[in-house]
């Protein structure tokens, strides 16, 4: 029943932009902690954002930091991550992930390949 779906990746040039979206279903989503990670092939997953169920809060990876900005809808249940000034090390597949204390959902992934 619980669903988190991705969307938005695709094939951008070096300094592009591009924002994914995550739609949420099946639990409270403002309610949860909400965060986008990403994986590239050959290395870990990597946290990229996090939110706080408000949206009071965010946290950034150093690598992204200044470029990226993760900010959600509740009444929309979907959380975003904008991504400017995009580089070809940001290319991976792209993770929404919701949380409480107790309980943890992930999404499908959404490809995003940065390449000129």
């Known amino acids: 029943q619980v669903q988190l779906v991705e969307s938005g990746g695709g094939l951008v040039q070096p300094g592009g932009s591009l924002r994914l979206s995550c739609a949420a279903s099946?639990?409270?989503?403002?309610?949860?902690?909400m965060r986008w990670y990403r994986q590239a092939p050959g290395k870990e997953r990597e946290l990229v954002a996090t939110i706080t169920s408000t949206g009071g809060n965010t946290n950034y990876a150093d690598s992204v930091k200044g470029r990226f900005t993760i900010s959600r809808d509740n009444p929309k249940n979907t959380v975003y991550l904008q991504m400017n000034s995009l580089k070809p090390e940001d290319t991976a597949l792209y993770y929404c992930?919701?949380?409480?204390?107790?309980?943890?959902?992930w999404g499908q992934g959404t490809q995003v390949t940065v390449s000129s």
């Open positions: 099946g639990f409270t989503f403002s309610t949860y902690i």
């Open positions: 992930n919701a949380a409480n204390r107790l309980f943890g959902y």
